[in-house]
């Protein structure tokens, strides 16, 4: 029922999905037992449903379960297999748009509720937030209202388990950083045939700078950017390969264990390419060519000095002896959580 309602919180997209998953949510709560639900409503995002159980007895810790119940738009709905709002079973569960994130993990918190009819043994504070997607409000809203977040252990369910039926606890997430890098060499292109050769062919110099980010094992090549073992749990690497949908004879890229290269080392991705298309390529030296870099960095980097490492890097190169103009752009931390304590 939940995943059946396109609850896209995005601009230009209805509101009314929104609040019907809201109100079904809230109708859920209440039908498990939950007295105290509220509704709060905070500039310019959709409403956030806040649900409370007093713990059982005073020395009780009290836990707060969070997810959203929005959800990413579906894109180009022809490239779907079953429409994204209707709900279909696939081996293992259900396809459609939202089921990951985070629809089925709203439900896990519902099911420990159920599972408790209502009374679990410590008090429980619920946050199903419903803008999470686009522009989320709990970047800054939840230090300005401390008593009502105040609790002894919070369990964030927004990640998926590492294979059904495997319970997985989340203790750490990388860091995120972006960086563009642009090479401008011609005023304008010139004619390969009487210009190549010696004319600086922005993409040759740009393509040049991108192969330096990693060996020729396909590890991250920029100094200090911090890599460590992995002790904890991780995929096969045939179980890896079917996630990602790698194609048949491809090799993975990267050395060390999976758990290194996924969670505990750091990734440097070009998600953007600005060059001539090759559908409508000339035969010319191109004057511009742009990149943008996505960097994932260990938990407990510091984004800014791993941004900087980065961009550092590419500055310090000259390709053919030609400058880079690297901009940095948006970077967030990373996230280990405590793992000696009682929760």
């Known amino acids: 029922r939940l995943a059946a309602i396109p609850s896209v919180a995005f601009p230009g997209f ?20 939950v007295e105290r639900v509220e509704r709060i409503d905070l500039p310019d995002t959709a409403p956030v449903i806040f649900a409370e159980i007093p713990p059982p007895s005073p020395d009780a810790p009290t836990i707060l379960l969070y997810s959203h119940y929005d959800v990413q738009p579906p894109g ?10 209707e709900p279909t079973p696939v081996e293992g569960g259900l396809r459609a748009r939202g089921i990951a994130d985070d629809k089925s993990n709203v439900i896990a918190h519902l099911g420990m509720l159920r599972a408790y009819e209502g009374r679990p043994p410590v008090g ?7 803008q999470e997607e686009y522009g989320s409000p709990f970047d800054d809203y939840p230090p300005s209202d401390p008593e009502r977040f105040a609790c002894d252990a919070m369990v964030i369910a927004d990640l998926g388990n ?27 292109p ?7 050769g010696a004319a600086p062919d922005a993409l040759l110099v740009l393509l040049n700078a991108l192969s330096t980010l990693h060996d020729v094992h396909g590890d991250v090549a920029v100094a200090g950017l911090r890599r460590e ?9 045939d179980e890896f390969r079917d996630l990602a949908g790698v194609r048949d004879g491809v090799p993975l890229i990267g050395s060390g264990s ?3 290269r996924l969670w505990s080392g750091p990734a440097i991705t070009v998600i953007g390419l600005d060059a001539p298309s090759v559908e409508h390529a000339a035969s010319a030296v191109v004057p511009y060519a742009r990149a943008k870099l996505n960097l994932r960095f260990h938990p407990r980097q510091d984004a800014k000095e791993a941004q900087n490492l980065l961009v550092e890097h590419l500055r310090g190169l ?19 959580a405590s793992t000696g304590g009682p929760a």
């Open 14 to 33: 209805p509101a009314e999905p929104v609040r019907q998953a809201h109100d079904l949510l809230v109708g859920m709560l209440r039908d498990v037992g």
């Open 76 to 85: 180009d709905e022809k490239l779907w297999l079953s429409p994204p709002f």
């Open 124 to 130: 429980v504070k619920i946050v199903f937030e419903g």
């Open 162 to 188: 590492l294979r059904p039926g495997t319970p997985t606890l989340t203790t750490g997430l990388r860091g995120a950083s972006e960086v563009v890098v642009e090479v401008r060499t011609l005023q304008e």
């Open 190 to 196: 010139r004619h390969s045939g009487e210009f190549g």
């Open 229 to 237: 073992e992995w002790t904890g749990t991780t995929y096969t690497e």
């Open 258 to 260: 999976l758990g290194e």
């Open 318 to 336: 000259r390709p053919f002896g030609v400058p880079l103009t690297v901009t940095p752009g948006d970077t967030g931390p990373g996230y280990e």
